[in-house]
């Protein structure tokens, strides 16, 4: 069970992963709940990583949420080659697009 500063801090690292996608320093955590003292944010993160919310790992930016459904993903670019049917406008036939895909699990892209 959460003390109420631990689930504040807690939820700050949730946001900060929805936010920015990787995980905040201790510093940020301090900042961000209004503290100066980075140890006791090392206190709080080894409670919460206790009660299993989050795994600490030894490299920077190392907090991982274990419910990684908070986690969005890097935006990528896919080359999509695109081929216009005789009746279409487009010209010439073979034309290069780019598409950006931005958070979003896996998708299935149909074109006809």
Same mark, same amino acid.
């Given at each position: 069970?959460? *003390?109420?500063?631990?689930?504040? /801090?807690?939820?700050?690292?949730?946001?900060?992963?929805?936010?920015?996608?990787? =995980?905040?320093?201790?510093? @940020?955590?301090?900042? =961000?709940? =209004?503290?100066?003292? !980075? =140890? /006791? /944010? +090392?206190?709080?993160?080894? $409670?919460?990583?206790?009660?299993?919310?989050?795994?600490?790992?030894?490299? +920077?930016?190392?907090? &991982?949420?274990?419910?990684? *459904?908070?986690?969005? %993903?890097?935006?990528?670019?896919?080359?999509?080659? &695109? !081929?216009?049917? %005789? @009746?279409?406008? #487009?010209? %010439?036939?073979?034309?290069?697009?780019? #598409?950006?895909?931005?958070?979003?699990?896996?998708? $299935?892209? &149909? #074109?006809?």
């Amino acid at each position: 069970m959460l *003390t109420k500063r631990q689930q504040d /801090v807690f939820e700050f690292i949730r946001r900060y992963y929805r936010r920015n996608g990787v =995980g905040p320093k201790q510093s @940020e955590i301090a900042a =961000g709940i =209004g503290i100066r003292s !980075k =140890g /006791v /944010v +090392h206190r709080y993160l080894q $409670a919460i990583a206790a009660e299993g919310l989050i795994r600490l790992e030894r490299r +920077h930016r190392g907090i &991982v949420l274990m419910d990684n *459904t908070e986690t969005p %993903p890097k935006d990528f670019t896919l080359p999509c080659w &695109v !081929k216009s049917l %005789p @009746e279409s406008p #487009l010209r %010439p036939s073979r034309t290069r697009k780019f #598409l950006i895909l931005r958070k979003c699990s896996w998708a $299935a892209i &149909v #074109l006809s």
